[in-house]
């Protein structure tokens, strides 16, 4: 460990709000998309990178992974900020959940997995890029980077997958029993997509599309929200976007999609 606090940390200290539950919404999509990646790994490494003023994500990852992955799974947690590393070591349970100080870089490591949440939201649209590519550079064989972002309350979020050749896929996804239109969604995109939500770009056909759909199934309320989110993504698959996952996923609150559907111009 001493090794690796040795290294410069690439990045910024940001503000480091969190909250208990906050990124269920990954964390159970992770088992439920990166979980084969996982069991196959030499090294089921996972790397919780800019955990935040508290370690409560990085110990709910470690329990997810766990439970709905490998009992083996190890989790680091990196910070830039020394005090947060500080504060975090009494949650630490060596060797499956430890804290170290680090940034993009990743302190050296080699995880078959990073979940980067409400890191680059805090960084200018043009710094994305590097980030992503100095994370996926760092990555074991076959690994994958998950970053994104969500609201307070983990209500509302959304987050891409990398993998070395770069973006792979988006995910938009939500607490439908609170939400009350998809263009919510669209105060929580990632930050290579959040200023693209205007006239022209894809993004922002999209979460037009969505709210038309969900506006259009308006008359199946009364079956639930979930009866209405499926019957919305249906309409927008049906309209010609390449919906991936099966309904089970949906249900969820979830919309993916290839990142080739929403690249920014």
């Known amino acids: 460990m001493a090794d690796v606090t040795r290294r410069r940390p690439l990045g910024a200290i940001t503000r480091g709000t969190t909250n208990p539950n906050r990124l269920r919404r990954v964390d159970n999509w992770i088992v439920e998309t990166c979980g084969e990646a996982l ?4 090294d089921p490494l996972v790397v919780d990178l800019g955990y935040g003023t508290t370690p409560v ?3 709910e990852l470690r329990a997810r992974l766990m439970a709905g992955v490998r009992a083996d799974v190890r989790v680091v947690g990196l910070e830039i900020d020394p005090v947060r590393v500080a504060a975090a070591q009494p949650a630490a349970d060596p060797p499956g959940l430890t804290f170290a100080r680090g ?5 050296g490591l080699r995880p078959a997995l990073v979940r980067a949440f409400n890191v680059l939201r805090q960084y200018d649209e043009a710094e994305v890029a590097a980030a992503w ?3 996926t550079d760092r990555l074991a064989p076959g690994g994958l980077l998950v970053e994104g972002t969500c609201d307070e309350l983990g ?3 959304s987050w891409v997958l990398l993998d070395a050749a770069g973006p792979r896929t988006l995910t938009l996804a939500a607490r439908l029993a609170t939400l009350e239109s998809p263009a919510q969604l669209a105060e929580r995109l990632p930050k290579a ?3 693209r939500n ?3 770009e894809r993004i922002h056909d999209l979460i037009r599309a969505l709210d038309d759909a969900w506006q ?3 008359g199946y309320a009364p079956f639930g929200p979930r009866h209405r989110w499926v019957e919305t993504v249906l309409a927008v698959r049906a309209s010609g976007w390449p919906v991936l996952d099966r309904p089970r996923r949906w249900r969820q609150g979830e919309l993916t999609l290839p990142w080739p559907a929403v690249t920014p111009n």
Do not use: C, K, S
Request: without cysteine.
């Open 155 to 157: 209500r509302l979020g």
């Open 198 to 200: 205007v006239p022209g």
């Open 193 to 195: 997509l959040i200023h």
């Open 103 to 107: 940034g993009f870089e990743l302190a």
């Open 216 to 218: 259009a199934a308006a």
């Open 39 to 42: 069991r196959a790994a030499a």
């Open 133 to 135: 590519r100095t994370v």
């Open 57 to 59: 994500t990085a110990v």
